[in-house]
């Protein structure tokens, strides 16, 4: 199991979800913090949409993300690792193609890919 820390941060007029994984419990029930990990951080982003009551989150759209990567000018990185994109680039570079791309319905389809609603 894995537990995140999400931020969530504005870009533009735009509000994201960073995702980080925080620990990880392993199969004998071992908590490991992700500083003891051998691996660099990953972050997990997300377009978010608070309309009342319902927030709605969205992940890029792998097929509209690669096709915008490849016709920017950014020195921003595509890699595909099995059923995974990854972007490598600095922070200030990814934050200014995701504000450019923010209200891209291809890359952030608004249908969502899940959606929360608070209980009463």
Same mark, same amino acid.
């Given at each position: 199991?894995?537990? +995140?820390?999400?931020?969530?941060?504005?870009?533009?007029?735009? !509000?994201?979800?960073?995702?980080? /994984?925080?620990? !990880?419990?392993?199969?004998?029930?071992?908590?490991?913090?992700?500083?003891?990990?051998?691996?660099?951080?990953? *972050?997990?982003?997300?377009? /978010?949409?608070?309309?009342?009551? *319902?927030?709605? !989150?969205?992940?890029?759209?792998?097929?509209?993300?690669? !096709?915008?990567?490849?016709?920017?000018?950014?020195? /921003?990185?595509?890699?595909?690792?099995?059923? +995974?994109?990854?972007?490598?680039?600095?922070?200030?570079?990814?934050?200014?193609?995701?504000?450019? *791309?923010?209200?891209?319905?291809?890359?952030?389809?608004?249908?969502?890919?899940?959606?929360?609603?608070?209980?009463?």
């Amino acid at each position: 199991m894995a537990k +995140y820390d999400v931020r969530l941060f504005r870009l533009k007029d735009f !509000l994201f979800a960073d995702a980080v /994984i925080d620990s !990880l419990t392993v199969t004998n029930g071992e908590e490991i913090r992700s500083d003891d990990l051998p691996a660099l951080s990953t *972050h997990i982003f997300a377009r /978010i949409w608070i309309e009342g009551e *319902h927030v709605r !989150l969205t992940f890029p759209d792998a097929g509209p993300l690669k !096709l915008a990567i490849g016709g920017q000018t950014a020195k /921003i990185q595509l890699q595909e690792i099995r059923d +995974y994109l990854i972007l490598t680039g600095d922070t200030e570079e990814i934050q200014d193609f995701l504000a450019k *791309h923010a209200d891209d319905k291809g890359i952030f389809p608004e249908g969502g890919s899940c959606s929360f609603t608070r209980r009463k």
